[in-house]
């Protein structure tokens, strides 16, 4: 078992940028993927950015360009560094690591962008 908790979510002016951080309760290692989902009011959830052991990234046509995910298994924290922020953006981001038997979410982190 393992907990996920997401920090760095906020208010951004429309271009701007924002590092969300995700902490595990436990080594990441078992993590295989690993990544960022977002569900904005009355929309489906959707993928923003993985990454998968052992380093590959994908990440929504959306936001390719203007977004980075990374981890640091040394602290169990996965990263998603986004700029050039559109009010399109505005949503609960979530939090999601998966050991290939089993998934786990946090509890998610808000991000408005205003124009």
């Known amino acids: 078992q393992v907990q996920l908790v997401e920090s760095g979510g906020g208010l951004v002016q429309a271009g701007g940028s924002l590092r969300l951080s995700c902490a595990a309760s436990?080594?990441?290692?078992?993590?295989?993927?690993m990544g960022w989902y977002r569900q904005a009011p009355g929309k489906q959830r959707e993928m923003v950015a993985l990454?998968?052991?052992?380093?590959?990234?994908n990440y929504a046509d959306s936001m390719k360009g203007r977004c980075t995910i990374s981890r640091d298994n040394a602290k169990n924290t996965v990263y998603l560094q986004m700029r050039s922020l559109k009010p399109e953006d505005t949503a609960v981001y979530y939090c999601?690591?998966?050991?290939?038997?089993?998934?786990?979410w946090g509890q998610g982190t808000q991000v408005t962008v205003s124009s």
């Open positions: 999601y690591g998966g050991t290939g038997s089993f998934g786990y």
């Open positions: 990454i998968i052991s052992p380093g590959s990234t």
């Open positions: 436990r080594s990441i290692l078992s993590l295989n993927a």
